[in-house]
């Protein structure tokens, strides 16, 4: 099973790296830039598995450069925040 098949596994794998990153000690703007990377990438060679990574995929095909950033910026935010409850 791939950790794109369930979008909280999909959470709890990205949380993983960010901790990972952030332990190398990769600075937020970094961590931005790969993010909105790992979503162009996602988005252009990954089928979506389940209904959260749909509407995400579909919302970055309308997304302009920024807009990318901003949804980048809060997927990085959703799994911080689910780290800390």
Do not use: C
């Amino acid at each position: 099973m791939s950790v794109l098949d369930n979008f909280g596994q999909w959470k709890d794998f990205l949380a993983e790296r960010l901790n990972h990153a952030e332990h190398e000690g990769m600075n937020n703007e970094t961590i931005s830039n790969l993010a909105t990377e790992i979503g162009g990438y996602l988005a252009n060679h990954v089928e979506p598995k389940n209904e959260e990574e749909k509407v995400l995929a579909d919302l970055w095909k309308v997304a302009d450069e920024n807009e990318k950033h901003a949804i980048a910026n809060m997927m990085v935010k959703l799994v911080q925040n689910d780290g800390s409850r």
